[in-house]
């Protein structure tokens, strides 16, 4: 069985369901129920309910939906109210943000809706135990914005390396235009521009016109 195998599991896991919408309520209620060693002390929809129940059962945890249930506000007042509290929060987008916030409030881990029955179990287990869990979709998400954030700042670095000929075409590539238009717009030959427009993307550390497109439209250099 799942839990039987998970680490540094408790005997029972009392586990606290703040969530907003009654039909989801319902459907997470069913699915920690029928897991053994969990049981479902408690769900609610109102923050203050919320700490005055947690106050009420002790639950080991409390799972918290961070968009319908105030996000951070909960977090922050189940802490002061219930210092051994541990919370875990369920979220239905990655969002760095969001993420900050919430462990910035004092939640144990992060979860998403997407995630497997099984990673949800691992996480509850985890941060009722006092070990920090964010999700691995999460966990891949970050690393691939952080991926693009320093592709981005590195190709920003880069800029002072292009021609003036070069930054021309890289702002027309962001207006759109394909390399056959920005040719007769610059009365230049389509090889040219190409090997222009070459020359750029190997300059910045881009691939695609796409990635060159949305490199000068973050940077703001704007149209020709």
């Known amino acids: 069985m799942l839990v ?6 408790l005997d029972r896991l009392r586990v606290l ?17 029928s897991e053994p060693g ?7 929809a109102n923050s203050a309910q919320a700490i005055k129940l947690a106050t009420a059962a ?35 987008l990655e969002n760095e943000r ?10 144990g881990g992060y979860v998403l809706r997407s995630d497997t029955r099984a990673e949800l179990m691992t996480a509850l287990h985890k941060v009722a135990a006092g070990q920090p869990h964010v999700s691995r979709a999460i966990r891949e998400w970050i690393a691939t914005f952080d991926a693009a954030s320093r592709a981005s700042h590195a190709a920003a670095d880069r800029v002072a ?9 890289m702002r027309w590539v962001a207006s759109g235009l394909r390399t056959r238009e920005i040719a007769q717009r610059l009365s230049l030959s389509h090889k ?33």
């Open 4 to 9: 039987t195998m998970l680490p540094l599991m």
């Open 17 to 33: 369901l703040v969530e907003d919408p009654s039909l989801m309520r319902d459907s997470l209620v069913a699915l920690l129920s």
């Open 38 to 44: 969990v049981e479902v002390v408690g769900e609610i």
């Open 58 to 92: 002790s639950p080991d945890l409390a799972l918290v939906d961070f968009a319908s249930a105030g996000g951070t506000d909960i977090i922050a007042a189940l802490r002061e109210r219930w210092p051994s509290a541990h919370v875990l929060v369920l979220a239905s």
């Open 98 to 107: 969001l993420l900050k916030a919430a462990l910035h409030a004092g939640a």
């Open 161 to 169: 390396l292009l021609t003036d000929r070069e930054r021309e075409i």
């Open 192 to 224: 040219t521009v190409e090997k222009h427009r070459s020359n750029l993307m190997r300059k910045l550390g881009l691939r695609s016109a796409a990635a060159v497109a949305a490199f000068a439209t973050e940077k703001g250099y704007g149209r020709a």
